[in-house]
């Protein structure tokens, strides 16, 4: 049955993580929010909310490993996995602003994770406070760097659902927000029972299945994207992607329930193979090729990735 309750909890993720994106972006346009802050805020909010369940019904019933561990992977699955994957299709562009605020802020948010968890094995709740200010000061000079720029590229945000109507607004809220309550209690439940059977740690099941599972959003946006030959999907929706992880996921379900670090190998391996991740993608984006992830790159990454999750299982 963990396999069963895994799938189902998958799936309920993916569609939840749908109607909850398409009913707070048609919100926004109600309350005559701009599009450019809904695209960099409103959207990147409501993609995370997957793994945002998933960390915080876990920390409740006291499974903090999978609280972590599903953002680690997450974030290990969205550069080795989705971007090598993507990459392999179509080269990646990269733009300045990579450079220049995304990959910064992510290392630096990705330092002071394992700072946190390494001076004293948990995150408490006044360091989530800490990660979800340092997410405000990140997303407003976003928004006000963005506002500088002539063409502002804001793919997913869907500009006829500037008119739907409020019942089926308030409709697909509430589907949203049951699916992922119901998708985070099965694959929580699923997890644990599935570790259990194989004799293996929830850390690992975490780390890699659940990781995936809640990354499959992005996998499957940016494969198709890669697929229509659309470029502009850049290294920005993926980083954007780790960066809300870290702070608004684990700064949420720290605020509502301190993370407690259980397993040691989250630290001394999880987070090196996550930092490690990150660091590379410099100089693959300058060398040999400058600013551009290609197709032996984006196999370099994947190879990479699949080292690491048969690392994960094998120790």
Same mark, same amino acid.
């Given at each position: ?43 990147? #909010? ?30 290990? =699955?969205?550069?080795?996995? @989705? ?9 990646? @562009? !990269? ?15 990705? !330092? @002071? ?26 997303? #407003? ?29 308030? /409709?697909?809220?509430?589907?949203? !927000? ?32 659940? =990781? ?7 996998? =499957?946006?940016?494969? /198709? ?18 960066? #809300?992880?870290? =702070? ?44 551009? /992830?290609?197709?032996?790159?984006? #196999? ?8 690491? @999750?048969?690392?994960?299982? /094998?120790?």
């Amino acid at each position: 049955m963990s396999i069963v309750y895994l799938l189902i909890g998958f799936v309920l993720l993916v569609v939840g993580g749908e109607f909850l994106v398409r009913s707070s972006v048609a919100l926004s346009f109600k309350m005559n929010i701009s599009r450019m802050v809904i695209g960099l805020t409103v959207v990147s #909010f409501a993609t995370s909310a997957p793994e945002l369940l998933v960390s915080l019904q876990a920390a409740i019933n006291g499974f903090s490993d999978i609280s972590l561990g599903n953002i680690i992977g997450s974030n290990i =699955a969205n550069i080795g996995l @989705v971007m090598g994957i993507t990459a392999m299709i179509t080269p990646l @562009v !990269i733009d300045r602003d990579f450079y220049r605020i995304n990959w910064p802020v992510m290392m630096v948010f990705s !330092i @002071v994770l394992y700072y946190f968890l390494s001076s004293n094995g948990e995150i408490s709740r006044f360091e989530g406070v800490l990660l979800l200010i340092g997410l405000s000061i990140y997303l #407003f000079l976003l928004i006000k760097r963005s506002r500088k720029k002539d063409e502002i590229i804001l793919e997913e945000v869907d500009e006829s659902l500037r008119v739907i109507s409020n019942f089926k607004m308030t /409709i697909w809220l509430l589907i949203g !927000i049951l699916a992922l309550w119901g998708g985070s209690e099965l694959l929580v439940k699923g997890a644990v029972e599935l570790a259990t059977q194989m004799g293996i740690s929830e850390r690992v099941i975490s780390v890699t299945m659940i =990781a995936v599972g809640t990354s499959v959003p992005e996998l =499957a946006a940016s494969l /198709i994207a890669a697929i229509k030959k659309e470029k502009a999907i850049s290294l920005g929706n993926l980083i954007g992607s780790n960066i #809300f992880n870290i =702070a608004s996921v684990l700064g949420i379900t720290a605020l509502i329930q301190p993370i407690v670090l259980q397993s040691s190998m989250i630290l001394t391996n999880d987070m090196v193979w996550m930092l490690a991740f990150a660091f590379v993608l410099t100089p693959l984006a300058f060398l040999p090729k400058r600013l551009k /992830i290609s197709r032996y790159k984006g #196999f370099l990454l994947f190879s990479a990735y699949a080292v690491f @999750v048969a690392l994960t299982f /094998i120790n």
